[in-house]
């Protein structure tokens, strides 16, 4: 797939709650992770969407925010522990790698400031959040 969001992530719909206008659509990533989108209705008939269906879950690195902090509750629906397998440090950002406890990797692009305050290195666990909305679902045009 050519396309310049970083996170592009193989998933199979595994149930879709059907809304007035939007829809929620459950994704599991390998065989154990699921990754929540919120999408409108008229999408989720264009992509001709049902369960067992092959899709990728598109969200850009700078969707996805970084936490070590293990005592909060947050509202974020997609929230995904694992541990930074890479950092590639930048003038003003720093891409971190972090690969999840179902082995996907998700590339985050955050501050130099939130790297040094999170004191992020290899080894460093975290949760990955990602907010429903901004998961992009695509699929692959039928022949």
Same mark, same amino acid.
């Given at each position: 797939? *050519?396309?310049?969001?970083?996170?592009?992530?193989?998933?199979?719909?595994?149930?879709?709650?059907? =809304?007035?206008?939007?829809?929620?659509?459950?994704?599991?990533? =390998?065989?154990?992770?699921?990754?929540?989108?919120?999408?409108?209705?008229? !999408?989720?008939?264009?992509?001709?969407?049902?369960? =067992?269906? !092959?899709?990728?879950?598109?969200?850009?690195?700078? !969707?996805?925010?970084? *936490? *070590?902090?293990?005592?909060?509750?947050?509202?974020?629906? @997609?929230?995904?522990? =694992?541990?930074?397998?890479?950092?590639?440090? +930048?003038?003003? @950002?720093?891409?971190?790698?972090?690969?999840?406890?179902? @082995?996907?990797?998700?590339?985050?692009?955050? *501050?130099? /400031?939130?790297? &040094?305050?999170?004191?992020?290195?290899? +080894?460093?666990?975290?949760?990955?959040?990602? &907010? /429903?909305? !901004?998961?992009?679902? +695509? /699929?692959?045009? /039928?022949?």
């Amino acid at each position: 797939m *050519t396309i310049s969001a970083r996170n592009q992530l193989s998933a199979t719909v595994k149930s879709i709650k059907k =809304g007035v206008s939007n829809d929620v659509i459950e994704l599991l990533l =390998g065989d154990s992770q699921t990754l929540y989108s919120v999408i409108t209705s008229e !999408s989720t008939q264009n992509l001709e969407l049902a369960i =067992g269906k !092959s899709v990728f879950a598109i969200f850009k690195a700078p !969707s996805v925010i970084l *936490t *070590t902090d293990t005592d909060l509750i947050l509202s974020s629906r @997609n929230q995904l522990q =694992g541990e930074v397998v890479q950092i590639i440090e +930048g003038a003003v @950002n720093a891409e971190v790698i972090v690969k999840t406890q179902g @082995n996907v990797e998700i590339a985050a692009i955050i *501050t130099e /400031a939130s790297l &040094k305050s999170l004191a992020l290195q290899v +080894g460093t666990k975290v949760t990955a959040m990602i &907010k /429903a909305s !901004s998961v992009i679902i +695509g /699929a692959k045009k /039928a022949h």
